[in-house]
């Protein structure tokens, strides 16, 4: 069965430090692979997709992932983080039938 | 472009009452989506549109939950009765795609189900 793990449950990271949260699926392809982020009381923002292609995908306010086949993996990064950039923030994969199978996601604190 | 819209935003009601929440997807948005997403998880997809028929529903239970979208446009999902574990934020979400590969989801604020 399809499934996305995400080990990290919470996060935190000082303001301006470097940010890197993990994802690992387990597919029988290479299967669409997507990061939202989740603000308090928001509903789920695309931050970033990947289809094909270069597997290093640059998102919406500074977040790049890249997708490494050999390790199943799809991490989401940003070099300097803001105050504004915590929030929960869950990957997702799609699957051939147009449904998304969701992480249980990670929270991310950024202290000042 | 208006995003995806629901009603109410909070909701708080006693076990065995019944509760129903509204979204109006994206304007020419096909499929529609409604999630629930229990404190601490991920969103879990309950029930996929396209126009008005279900595509799926094999994570709806049927014996207490129920969607229906009349015309293809506007979702209601109803609760009957309702259990202290449905306690939740219900997410509505739509899509216009193309191709699977292209298969943008954009969700709504959600509404948090409070069952006391």
């Known amino acids: 069965a399809q499934s996305v793990t995400q080990p990290d449950i919470h996060i935190t990271v000082s303001e301006g430090a470097s940010l890197e949260l993990r994802c690992n699926y387990s597919?029988?392809?290479?299967?669409?692979l997507f990061w939202y982020v989740q603000s308090p009381g928001q509903g789920l923002q695309l931050l970033l997709k990947y289809f094909s292609g270069d597997t290093l995908v640059q998102g919406i306010k500074g977040f790049e992932a890249e997708f490494k086949r050999s390790q199943s993996s799809f991490n989401l990064r940003k070099p300097s983080v803001h105050w504004s950039d915590a929030a929960e923030y869950f990957c997702?994969?799609?699957?051939?039938?147009?449904?998304?199978?969701f992480g249980a996601g990670t929270t991310v604190t950024v202290r000042a | 472009e208006a995003g995806v819209a629901q009603s109410p935003r909070y909701k708080i009601i006693e076990k065995r009452q019944s509760v129903a929440f509204w979204c109006n997807p994206i304007s020419g948005h096909a499929t529609l989506y409604w999630y629930q997403q229990i404190l601490g998880q991920g969103p879990k997809l309950l029930i996929q549109f396209q126009n008005n028929g279900v595509v799926d529903d094999s994570q709806l239970p049927k014996d207490r939950f129920s969607a229906e979208r009349l015309k293809g446009v506007d979702s209601t999902l109803k609760i009957q009765p309702a259990k202290l574990e449905d306690s939740a934020v219900y997410l509505c979400?739509?899509?216009?795609?193309?191709?699977?590969?292209?298969?943008?989801?954009?969700f709504g604020a959600g509404t948090r189900l409070s069952v006391l």
């Open positions: 979400a739509s899509s216009s795609p193309p191709t699977v590969a292209k298969n943008i989801q954009y």
């Open positions: 597919y029988g392809a290479t299967p669409y």
């Open positions: 997702a994969v799609g699957l051939n039938d147009y449904k998304l199978s």
